[in-house]
């Protein structure tokens, strides 16, 4: 069981989450302009995550410089990092802010539209890279980690066919003749989205032998992970599967979702090593 102090920080974040659906879903179905309920949610979104990039580099900062983990923490506050540049980039197209600098070199626009997305692949495979270092220091410890059979369940059953769904809605769709790389782009992020989710969630697993805190803190992970990868599912149902204003507003939730678990993540592993 986590501590008062640690179950503290859990609650509030969790309320959070609630309140913010729970709102979206209010206006949207008051017939609130869809692209005004996805912006609030986004802003809210962007926070959050620099709510969680705060706690993971005030979780490294107390570790040793000598702390195995350092490596592991390292590259996921590079991940949230660089997930928070390609966020501060969507922003500015959602806002119409894009300096006319820019706008005005083809050049220069196609490589902040379509090159610059590319960082949310490069953040989350930073998040991949931290993740695999931390589960081979747990088997480097001693301990006897094998995936539970449910854990193996949710990696076969539900994250290895989350690419494959994202392809096969994708290709349904002709993309905006600008943009043909929009099917390489969505394919190659939900896959490893997706990856980090699977583990994430064998990561939880290995996390009960260690107690309750690790539990919730790479099981808040495990959630994140799939949450992104079924964003992406979202995104390529916009045009085929789903009617778009609900399936761009499902899509932010999901990354709503995102958010919110690597914040409870990151913030229970903060005060844990605080502890220690």
């Not at 369940?153 to 290709?171: D, S």
């Not at 799939?226 to 204003?245: D, G, K």
């Amino acid at each position: 069981m986590l501590s008062p102090r640690l179950a503290a920080i859990r609650a509030p974040i969790l309320v959070i989450w609630l309140a913010a659906v729970a709102l979206a879903a209010i206006d949207f179905l008051r017939d609130v302009e869809p692209a005004h309920v996805r912006l609030a949610l986004f802003i809210a979104t962007v926070v959050v995550e620099l709510l969680a990039l705060a706690a993971a580099l005030a979780g490294r900062r107390a570790l040793g410089r000598d702390d195995p983990t350092r490596g592991a923490s390292t590259a996921i506050c590079l991940g949230l990092g660089l997930r928070v540049a390609a966020e501060l980039r969507l922003g500015m197209l959602y806002l119409s802010a894009v300096p006319s600098v820019i706008l005005k070199r083809p050049a220069l626009a196609d490589a902040f539209i379509y090159g610059l997305r590319y960082l949310y692949v490069a953040a989350d495979l930073a998040i991949l890279v931290g993740v695999v270092r931390t589960l081979r220091g747990l088997r480097r410890t001693g301990l006897a980690i094998r995936p539970r059979p449910r854990d193996l369940l949710i990696v076969l059953f539900f994250v290895v066919p989350l690419p494959l769904a994202v392809y096969a809605l994708q290709a349904q769709v002709d993309p905006v003749p600008s943009d043909h790389g929009i099917i390489t782009f969505r394919l190659l992020a939900a896959s490893v989205g997706a990856l980090v989710g699977g583990y994430c969630v064998v990561l939880a697993g290995a996390a009960l032998q260690m107690g309750g805190t690790w539990a919730w803190i790479w099981g808040a992970a495990g959630v994140a992970g799939i949450a992104r990868a079924l964003a992406f599912v979202a995104a390529a149902a916009a045009e085929s599967a789903m009617p778009r204003a609900s399936a761009i507003l499902l899509e932010q939730g999901l990354l709503w979702t995102f958010a919110c678990a690597w914040l409870l993540a990151c913030a229970l592993r903060w005060q844990h090593v605080r502890r220690a």
